[in-house]
C-alpha cells in the first residue's frame, strides 16, 4: 500500500505530467533538499538554474549562506511539493528522507545524493562534482583553485615546536576523531587532535573523566552547546568540565563553519590559528 504522501506525489505528478529529464543540456531547475547541497548550488549555479533550496539554507545558525538563501524560494522535503516544481535535478544528502528520494526516483526525476564531507578533500571533490552536475565545470574547478589559495593564507606559517592539543567536544560526551573534518582543520592550523590521538574513529564517546585526566589546550564547542543549559548536556554543565573549561581554552566553533565543508571552514582554520597563538603567548612559546 503506498503511503499518504506517495500517494500524493503520484497525484501531482500525473497533474504536471512528469517527464524523466534529459543530460544533453545543463539542468535548468534545480532543487536541492538538503543543507549542504543548499550551500554548494548556490556557489555554483547560475541563480536563475535554482527552482528551490531546503528550508535549512536560510539558517544563519546551520548555514554559511544563510543571506544568500533569502533570494531563492524554499522547501521542506516532501516529494509533494517538490513534483509541481517540475525539477530536472534534485540534489539530496545521503540521510535525505528515504520516501521522498525513492518516490521521486520511481517518478523518473534525477536524484543526486552527497553525504556529508569529512576532509578538505571530499569539499574538493563535492565542489568539482556538483560543477559537472550543474554543467560548470569552470566555475567549479576556479572555486577549488580559490579555497586551496585561502586555505594556505588562513594558515600561514607552520607552526614551530610541540603542538597544542585540542578537542572537539558536544554534548552526550561525543568527540571529533580521526575521518571527520574537523580533524583535518585541526591538523591544518597546527593543532593535535586529542580524540584522534586516544584512537576514536569518526565521532565517538570521549569519558568527561579522561578528557580531565588528558586535560587539553583547549576545548571546542559548537554554538548551540555553549548556549544550552539543559539536562540533555551533563557533560557541558558538570562541575568538572567547568573547572577543565577554566584553564584550558574554552572556544565556541560556529555550527556553520564545519557542518557543510562550505568554505567557511576556512574561517575555521583561521580560528584555530588564532587560539593556537594566543596558547603559545600564555605558555611563553613560539608555535
Given at each position: 500500500m503506498p503511503t499518504l504522501a506517495g500517494a500524493a506525489a503520484l497525484f501531482l505528478a500525473a497533474l504536471a505530467g512528469a517527464v524523466a529529464p534529459t543530460a544533453a543540456e545543463p539542468p535548468r531547475r534545480v532543487v536541492s533538499t538538503n543543507l549542504c547541497t543548499d550551500q554548494l548550488a548556490m556557489m555554483i549555479a547560475r541563480p536563475e538554474q535554482i527552482a528551490s533550496l531546503s528550508r535549512l539554507a536560510r539558517n544563519a545558525e546551520l548555514s554559511d549562506m544563510a543571506e544568500a538563501a533569502q533570494a531563492f524560494p524554499i522547501n521542506d522535503g516532501h516529494a509533494e511539493e517538490l513534483v509541481p516544481l517540475a525539477p530536472d535535478l534534485v540534489l539530496a544528502g545521503i540521510y535525505t528522507a528515504r520516501s521522498t528520494v525513492s518516490i521521486l526516483r520511481r517518478l523518473g526525476y534525477r536524484v543526486e545524493e552527497f553525504a556529508p564531507p569529512r576532509s578538505f578533500a571530499d569539499i574538493r571533490t563535492d565542489i568539482l562534482r556538483m560543477g559537472d552536475l550543474l554543467g560548470r565545470p569552470g566555475r567549479a574547478a576556479a572555486l577549488v583553485?580559490?579555497?586551496?589559495?585561502?586555505?594556505?593564507?588562513?594558515?600561514?606559517?607552520?607552526?614551530?615546536?610541540?603542538?597544542?592539543?585540542?578537542?572537539?567536544?558536544?554534548?552526550?560526551?561525543?568527540?571529533?576523531?580521526?575521518?571527520?573534518?574537523?580533524?583535518?582543520?585541526?591538523?591544518?592550523?597546527?593543532?593535535?587532535?586529542?580524540?584522534?590521538?586516544?584512537?576514536?574513529?569518526?565521532?565517538?564517546?570521549?569519558?568527561?573523566?579522561?578528557?580531565?585526566?588528558?586535560?587539553?589546550?583547549?576545548?571546542?564547542?559548537?554554538?548551540?552547546?555553549?548556549?544550552?543549559?539543559?539536562?540533555?548536556?551533563?557533560?557541558?554543565?558538570?562541575?568538572?568540565?567547568?573547572?577543565?573549561?577554566?584553564?584550558?581554552?574554552?572556544?565556541?566553533?560556529?555550527?556553520?563553519?564545519s557542518l557543510c565543508g562550505s568554505l567557511g571552514v576556512i574561517d575555521a582554520v583561521r580560528r584555530m590559528v588564532d587560539e593556537r597563538r594566543r596558547v603559545a603567548t600564555s605558555e611563553g612559546m613560539v608555535r
Open positions: 583553485a580559490d579555497f586551496d589559495a585561502r586555505l594556505a593564507a588562513a594558515r600561514g606559517p607552520l607552526a614551530v615546536g610541540a603542538l597544542p592539543v585540542a578537542v572537539i567536544y558536544h554534548v552526550g560526551n561525543r568527540a571529533e576523531g580521526r575521518g571527520t573534518l574537523a580533524d583535518d582543520v585541526l591538523a591544518m592550523a597546527g593543532w593535535r587532535n586529542l580524540a584522534t590521538e586516544l584512537g576514536i574513529e569518526n565521532s565517538g564517546t570521549l569519558p568527561l573523566e579522561l578528557l580531565v585526566m588528558k586535560h587539553p589546550d583547549a576545548v571546542l564547542v559548537g554554538t548551540a552547546e555553549a548556549e544550552w543549559t539543559t539536562p540533555a548536556q551533563p557533560n557541558h554543565a558538570h562541575p568538572v568540565f567547568e573547572a577543565l573549561a577554566g584553564k584550558a581554552r574554552l572556544a565556541v566553533m560556529p555550527d556553520r563553519w
